[in-house]
């Protein structure tokens, strides 16, 4: 079985950072991001492949950077510019073979 830990999400103020991280037990293929807000259906925001080739979702372009640490079997998703828009529960998601998903982590941004 594979688990993935995920940390660092939080409150921010409206424009600040912030960076979230998830850790799998194992390496894996494809890594990546998705957020669900209150009423909305689960959206992807970033993906990143083993080989580091990178796609987001257009909302998040040019602010978030997803990016990954092979050694550590880790998967980071660094959030620039945040908007009040941004708040949601963010869910790891990783693959090998088949899929995983991280418990979630809460972002809040406040205007």
């Known amino acids: 079985q594979v688990q993935l830990v995920e940390s660092g999400g939080g409150l921010v103020q409206a424009g600040g950072s912030l960076r979230l991280s998830c850790a799998a037990s194992?390496?894996?293929?494809?890594m990546g991001w998705y957020r669900q807000a209150p009423g909305k259906q689960r959206e992807l925001v970033a993906v990143i492949t083993s080989g580091g080739s990178t796609n987001y979702a257009d909302s998040v372009k040019g602010r978030f950077f997803i990016s990954r640490d092979n050694a550590k079997n880790t998967v980071y998703l660094q959030m620039n510019s945040l908007k009040p828009e941004d708040t949601a529960v963010y869910y790891c998601?990783?693959?090998?073979?088949?899929?995983?998903w991280g418990q979630g982590t809460q972002v809040a941004v406040s205007s």
């Open positions: 194992r390496s894996m293929n494809d």
């Open positions: 998601y990783a693959r090998f073979i088949r899929g995983y």
